[in-house]
């Protein structure tokens, strides 16, 4: 009673994150194996403490011992017990277990690990290699923000993955999910983007068949489930003009699930093709000086830039920005109380020019975050100034 107990409480401290594995393999006798386990399913339960539970099933009947290759050299209470719930004798040596199986018609064994699973914040990550193809159910409550390749099989959350390197980032909470309506030849499509970063900037440009948005986070994966109307496969992911590695893990019939891993900050964009075109580009240099309640902010497009500045943002946390004017024929709209934008569609700065925006505010000494645009909106570069301060 006291093992069957043991093994009801296991399965009831499995509903805090439920990872379930399905091994199609056999398990060979030694030299005294008379007849061959068959490993019927693997349970991983990995708890809200960090540490994991592995609940592994064999299948057999004969005599024979059951050498099983554990997931970590560190386990811990490690209990295996036959279909009526008797406690089997066994060795453990590092990761390997071995259980005398006594002709039991059922094996299963118990242990913990502390080093599968790892997190980072609210960042959460299981890795692991398997020689079988596995089946994983993670919970409602855990949104995939990466995986390692796509899988055999998908349902209700249920993935089948193929055997080999198996990596899933996940999180339990604090996921932004972005849904961003695009129109295209008359039609309103729904690109919903989903990450622990912040994102900004989205614009979609059909005729150069691109998405493109600013993340503010580093390091931290971004998915992206595109429908098939607005872009098809193969894609092309792009940060800050340069080529990054993406994955296309998911597809039906509408939509394509894509999760690229973004190592710095800045303008990404996905494209549909297999070319990467050559962008123009934006070197950009910024100066504010504040005289009183005014803010002086001259931008300066330098001689090396291949691009027109068409657009300007500025953002000051906790600042009440009372007014913002841009040149003669930029707009003066887009003012709010710590935000401030300027556009034009017939003046941009060109490269070696500059121009001087106004800004009167209520100021505590802040830093001013900035970005500069092309004309279809997307960033070309950003920064952060702080202003110098004149007296009159």
């Given amino acids: 009673m006291r093992t069957q107990q043991s093994v009801k409480n296991i399965q009831i401290a499995s509903l805090s994150l439920l990872v379930t594995l399905l091994f199609t393999a056999f398990v060979y006798a030694g030299s005294n194996f008379t007849a061959a386990y068959s490993v019927s399913n693997v349970t991983i339960t990995a708890n809200l403490d960090g540490s994991v539970n592995v609940l592994q099933s064999f299948n057999g009947g004969a005599t024979a011992d059951i050498s099983v290759q554990a997931l970590s050299d560190n386990t811990y209470n490690v209990i295996a017990t036959d279909e009526s719930g008797a406690v089997l004798f066994m060795t453990v040596e590092g990761s390997n277990i071995v259980i005398d199986a006594l002709g039991a018609e059922k094996v299963n064994l118990s242990y913990f690990v502390d080093d599968l699973l790892t997190s980072n914040g609210d960042l959460w990550s299981i890795s692991f290699t398997s020689d079988y193809d596995a089946q994983i159910i993670l919970p409602p409550s855990a949104e995939i923000i990466y995986i390692s390749d796509i899988p055999l099989y998908e349902n209700n959350g249920m993935l089948l993955m193929q055997a080999g390197l198996i990596e899933i980032d996940y999180v339990l909470k604090n996921v932004r999910v972005y849904d961003f309506?695009?129109?295209?030849?008359g039609n309103d499509h729904v690109m919903q983007v989903s990450s622990a970063a912040e994102i900004e900037d989205f614009r979609f440009v059909n005729k150069d068949q691109m998405v493109s948005f600013t993340v503010t986070d580093a390091n931290v994966p971004v998915t992206i489930i595109m429908p098939k109307a607005l872009l098809e496969a193969p894609f092309v992911a792009l940060l800050n003009g340069n080529s990054i590695t993406h994955s296309k893990y998911l597809e039906n019939s509408t939509h394509t699930w894509i999760t690229i891993e973004s190592n710095d900050v800045g303008t990404l964009s996905l494209l549909s093709g297999t070319i990467i075109p050559e962008f123009e580009t934006a070197d950009v240099r910024v100066i504010a000086k504040m005289v009183s309640d005014l803010v002086l902010i001259r931008v300066t497009n330098d001689n090396d830039s291949t691009a027109s500045i068409y657009g300007l943002t500025v953002r000051i946390q906790g600042a009440d920005i009372q007014a913002f004017k841009g040149?003669?024929?930029?707009?003066?709209?887009?003012?709010?109380?710590?935000?401030?934008?300027s556009s034009t569609a017939d003046d941009p700065i060109i490269p070696s020019k500059k121009a001087v925006f106004k800004m009167k505010i209520v100021y505590d000494d802040q830093l001013i975050k900035?970005?500069?645009?092309?004309?279809?909106?997307?960033?070309?570069?950003?920064?952060?100034?702080?202003?110098?301060?004149?007296?009159r």
Avoid: C, M, T
Wanted: glycine content about 8%.
């Fill in 370 to 391: 900035w970005k500069v645009h092309d004309l279809n909106g997307i960033v070309l570069d950003q920064g952060e100034v702080k202003p110098l301060s004149f007296k």
């Fill in 181 to 185: 309506v695009v129109s295209s030849d």
């Fill in 327 to 341: 040149p003669r024929e930029w707009s003066r709209s887009g003012a709010s109380s710590s935000l401030a934008e």
